[in-house]
């Protein structure tokens, strides 16, 4: 082959991977406009939900929620602009300080983002292990507490590079600055066990335990309204007969779908399990706080469909990760960095959507916001309709 032949050969084989490049950064930078639009618009939904709402409002959980949309706004605002620079770019192209502070923005807002995630973790193993107990021990000034200690630890850890231990700055072959895991390894595996391993397999642990809760409770109330259903049945059986010497036996076994119980004897209450026997003597007590294990049952649902959510989008990045681990960050496929990016920053704009889609409140309002409607209080009957529909939070 000559030179000339090969040179073009180059220059060809050049052309198409500067294409290639060209075709994922755009596709890229498209992708995360998409996540910042749908993401901010998402979480401003979900704090004017909030604050219009008097039944999200007074709620505990809510606070929860408004937390987790604070760290996916900012991580929206702060972060993926310069990420979207650096798609294009590829490389760090703007002053060395603007790379160390989003280096610690990102740092310090992964790890708010996963003690978020524990508290929510937290907050529903006390709602369905110790539902007598859950407004004592989850009472708005202790979640708040717990919410600024989540933030105080993550910026104690975060912080550290700018006192010696530990650097910050841009990670060749990535698209965003971070802490420089390769520089100081006793830092990095320092943070990454304090502030990620820990607070993830405690919230995992935590989330299996109130799975488990769920099974068992259910199974325990399914039991117990299926054999008072099958003895009223059969005492309905025996005086309906006692009347009617004509009275025919049933045709076939007795099923569950065809013990016509009453609203006032039998109220089921969430998909999850949370079925309770309702006594029309019960005090208001008694049934407000069978009422309130639904809401929670029902809430555990929601805010599990967003972990859940959080661990689905950030599974790609892991892999880039693992493989920059046991290869070389350089040697990860462009293809896998890029998508494995747009799809952690994406969990910013995911969550809002869990929130309509799952939960009747927040549905409501966000129908309520965007159609312009005026701000309405909440009437005690309508109060007491929701609560039974509602996925309200406690």
């Known amino acids: 082959m000559t030179s000339g032949s090969s040179s073009r050969l180059t220059n060809h084989s050049s052309t198409d991977a500067v294409a290639s490049l060209s075709i994922g950064s755009l596709l890229s930078v498209v992708s995360l406009g998409c996540v910042i639009a749908l993401a901010t618009f998402g979480n401003i939904l979900v704090f004017l939900a909030v604050y219009r709402t008097k039944r999200l409002r007074r709620t505990t959980a809510a606070i929860l929620v408004v937390n987790l949309a604070i760290v996916d706004l900012s991580i929206t605002l702060t972060v993926v602009p310069f990420v979207m620079t650096t798609a294009v770019t590829e490389e760090w192209v703007l002053p060395w300080v603007i790379c160390e502070l989003t280096g610690f923005i990102n740092a310090f807002l992964t790890a708010g983002q996963i003690m978020a995630l524990l508290h929510i973790s937290v907050n529903r193993y006390i709602a369905v292990a110790y539902p007598h107990s859950y407004e004592t021990r989850c009472n708005k000034r202790g979640t708040i507490f717990a919410v600024i200690l989540g933030w105080l630890y993550a910026l104690i850890w975060t912080l550290m590079p700018f006192f010696g231990w530990g650097k910050l700055g841009f990670i060749r072959g990535t698209l965003f600055c971070n802490i420089l895991w390769s520089e100081e390894l006793s830092y990095a595996i320092t943070v990454q066990v304090m502030c990620y391993f820990i607070p993830s397999i ?23 309204t299926f054999s008072l259903e099958l003895k009223e049945h059969g005492e309905k059986h025996r005086t309906e007969s006692s009347f009617s010497t004509a009275a025919a036996s049933p045709s076939g076994p007795v099923s569950f779908d065809n013990l016509a119980a009453s609203r006032d ?45 959080f661990v689905f989008c950030w599974i790609p990045r892991g892999v880039a990760n693992l493989w920059a681990i046991l290869v070389n960050r350089e040697d990860v496929p462009r293809a896998l960095e890029y998508s494995s990016t747009v799809f952690a920053f994406s969990n910013a704009a995911v969550n809002p959507i869990l929130y309509g889609a799952l939960h009747q409140d927040f549905k409501r309002a966000f129908r309520r916001i965007i159609c312009c409607e005026p701000k309405t209080k909440d009437k005690g009957n309508r109060a007491v309709t929701n609560a039974s529909a509602s996925l309200g939070l406690g």
């Open 202 to 224: 405690l919230g995992a642990v935590l989330y299996l335990n109130v799975y488990r809760y769920v099974r068992l409770h259910g199974k325990r109330v399914f039991e117990k």
């Open 265 to 309: 004897t039998i109220d089921t209450i969430s998909e999850s399990g949370f079925s309770d026997i309702r006594n029309t003597n019960d005090s208001h007590v008694e049934r407000r706080t069978r009422r309130r294990r639904a809401m929670e049952a029902r809430v555990t649902k929601t805010l599990l469909a967003v972990v859940m959510a």
